[in-house]
């Protein structure tokens, strides 16, 4: 069964560092995501992606972040200069559609982002 | 007033039991509505969606949908000790998904 695939499933960082965080969606999808979750909290919406441009963004979703599709198969979540705040799991998501119909978006199993 | 409300629990209850989850929401312009479970540190994976008001039934779960009191819910009967996870709502109209914060259920055996 096709999944989303995220690398790496660990990232450990000092401040102020970049860091891009590596997710292979499912291949017929077209509509790419970003969440992310602090411990102990919800599941927050970062960004949504599609036709290579950012359809709809959160307040979380700062300079500091950005995402690219640098080929057909990988989107990438760059955090510029990462701050204590930024630890967090990291979601990326997928689908094959969005607005006006049903769109599951399938998760990928996160990235742990630890910042020291 | 938030989004989307949930109850994070903890939620315990004897194997065999009844379990109801419930999320209450504030934006009228959500259409879909989705239950995911959640192991720990592991992504959300859909356990069941719905469009608009109504039940929905697939096996020991049942999810229902009011829109004119804003209020979901999942119902899972005969629980299990695999049961045991967070279970998250969520919401979407256009392409983000507004999630609830999760409940952590506990099914003893």
């Known amino acids: 069964e096709p999944e989303v695939t995220q690398t790496p499933s660990h990232q450990v960082t000092q401040m102020g560092q970049e860091v891009i965080l590596r997710c292979v969606p499912i291949s017929n999808h077209l509509y790419f995501y970003w969440y992310r979750q602090i411990l102990g909290q919800k599941v927050e919406f970062l960004v949504s992606f599609y036709n290579n441009e950012i359809s709809e963004k959160s307040e979380i979703f700062d300079d500091q972040f950005s995402v690219e599709r640098p080929d057909g198969s990988n989107f990438t979540l760059k955090i510029r200069s990462t701050k204590l705040e930024d630890s967090a799991m990291y979601f990326c998501a997928s689908s094959t559609r969005t607005g006006g119909s049903y769109n599951e978006q399938f998760f990928g199993p996160g990235t742990r982002l630890t910042v020291l | 007033q938030k989004e989307v409300e949930q109850d994070p629990g903890p939620l315990s209850v004897p194997e065999g039991a009844i379990v109801s989850l419930n999320c209450t929401y504030s934006?009228?312009?959500?259409?879909?509505f989705m239950w995911y479970r959640q192991y720990s540190r592991k992504g959300p994976e859909l356990l069941m969606y719905t469009y608009s008001s109504g039940n929905k039934e697939d096996g020991r779960f049942t999810a229902q949908v009011d829109k004119s009191s804003k209020y979901i819910s999942l119902f899972i009967r005969d629980s299990q000790p695999s049961d045991s996870a967070t279970y998250l709502c969520?919401?979407?109209?256009?392409?983000?998904?507004?999630f609830g914060t999760g409940t952590r259920l506990k099914v003893l055996a």
């Open positions: 934006n009228s312009a959500f259409q879909y």
């Open positions: 969520a919401m979407s109209g256009t392409y983000k998904y507004i």
